[in-house]
């Protein structure tokens, strides 16, 4: 059974709407909706959450379709679960734990895997008294009970070094991570961020021509995975897709996932993926909005992109269109669909664009020896002109400032007319 209750006077269009992605969150953790409730409340009821009436309807109409569970839209207190839970005689979650949930089934990293738990945990020890029974799920069994010691303070302080653990080996990934991003530092990177299931997964495989894997399902992949993007004119961008935002998406996991979603802090643009086909596409604009804006990233170098536009009609683009044209800052939106390559091919020279607007104009002179300088200016940067005199090689291109900044370091290398 699922339990809406939206706030404040707005119609029920958005309500539903709620409502419909509750569902299909159900649906990716393996449920089966079999029934709605909805409430239109001012503030949550400090028992139930739902009014006192509404709590018994709930009540009868799950007995009545053999409900197994009972799913709120909204987070609950731990008393108002367990009021519920008692009055019900079903198990009741919230969408923060559903969503944990399906992070915990679809995480396949050890990287991911980790920053789930962590966010699972953190949730799990305010609510300890009415679940503790599932940490036997998460820890593999319970420890030794100190002298004097109940069973639910051992469960608190088992949970307690876990996350401690757990918060230590993070960060050791994240120094990894870290290091990783800073081999990239030649290179132009994009990162894919958007609404959950808007495409991100297909668009990195068109732009990559690399497999990746897509399903139509909310929060299919959480690994964040980059790959090479070749743009043409022997331009390259290195392209990230970052795990989905979601409306109410739960402040621990945003945590939890901060190490991997450096990835968008330090990428040279970020791409915002739409759902161009969804009737919510505006709301789900705003909600990414303020993920990148909890992120500190919503000032960042972005492009705009609709995809799934050949689920949209003709006259639905041109209207589309229309509508970002007469907006500052959105002309620039780029329209595409994974499915026909033709409709990525701006993305493509946006991108191109952007990083030639990067290059800086120089001429470099070094032994011809140095091989790897030569590779260095073909693949980062944009060779005009290339001499030899003797075993010295002079080459005019436009580089990137981190391929020159580089170059600047090298011994034997000078570079001689900065643009």
Not at 2 to 20: H, I, M, Y
Not at 87 to 106: K, P
Not at 248 to 253: A, R
Request: hydrophobic residues 40%; glycine residues 10%; positive net charge.
């Amino acid at each position: 059974m699922l339990v809406g209750t939206p706030r404040g006077p707005g119609g029920g269009e958005e309500a539903g709407e709620d409502l419909r992605e509750l569902a299909r969150l159900t649906d990716t953790a393996g449920g089966v909706v079999v029934g709605e409730v909805i409430q239109r409340i001012r503030a949550p009821g400090s028992r139930y959450y739902l009014g006192k009436g509404k709590a018994s309807e709930l009540r009868d109409l799950a007995r009545e379709r053999d409900a197994e569970l009972i799913i709120f839209d909204d987070d609950l207190t731990p008393a108002q679960g367990n009021n519920l839970e008692k009055l019900c005689g079903v198990r009741v979650m919230d969408r923060t734990e559903l969503i944990l949930d399906i992070f915990a089934t679809r995480a396949r990293t050890y990287e991911a895997r980790m920053q789930v738990e962590l966010a699972q945990l953190q949730y799990l020890l305010p609510r300890l008294r009415r679940m503790w029974v599932h940490l036997s799920r998460i820890r593999g069994g319970i420890g030794f009970r100190g002298p004097g010691e109940t069973q639910l303070e051992t469960d608190r302080r088992l949970i307690g070094t876990r996350i401690a653990e757990l918060r230590r080996k993070l960060k050791t990934v994240a120094r990894s991570r870290a290091t990783q991003r800073k081999r990239r530092e030649g290179h132009f990177r994009a990162a894919l961020v958007g609404y959950t299931n808007a495409g991100k997964s297909s668009l990195l495989e068109a732009l990559s021509d690399s497999p990746q894997f897509v399903e139509d399902r909310l929060f299919a992949t959480l690994d964040p995975s980059t790959r090479c993007a070749r743009l043409g004119d022997g331009h390259e961008a290195l392209v990230t897709d970052t795990v989905g935002f979601i409306r109410k998406l739960p402040h621990g996991l945003i945590a939890s996932f901060r190490s991997t979603l450096e990835e968008a802090r330090e990428a040279d643009v970020l791409l915002h993926v739409v759902d161009a086909s969804h009737p919510d596409r505006d709301r789900q604009r705003e909600v990414v909005r303020g993920v990148l804006d909890d992120l500190g990233l919503v000032d960042r170098p972005r492009i705009l992109v609709f995809n799934k536009i050949d689920l949209l009609t003709g006259d639905d683009i041109l209207s589309l269109r229309k509508r970002m044209s007469e907006r500052p800052g959105e002309r620039t939106a780029l329209y595409t669909s994974a499915l026909a390559p033709s409709t990525v091919e701006p993305l493509r020279s946006e991108l191109r664009t952007r990083i030639r607007a990067r290059l800086q104009r120089i001429r470099v002179e070094f032994p011809v020896a140095s091989g790897r300088v030569l590779s260095a200016l073909y693949e980062n940067g944009e060779v005009l002109s290339r001499s030899q005199d003797g075993a010295l090689v002079s080459v005019v291109a436009k580089a990137p400032p981190a391929l020159v900044g580089w170059l600047r370091a090298r011994g034997g290398v000078r570079v001689v007319e900065p643009g």
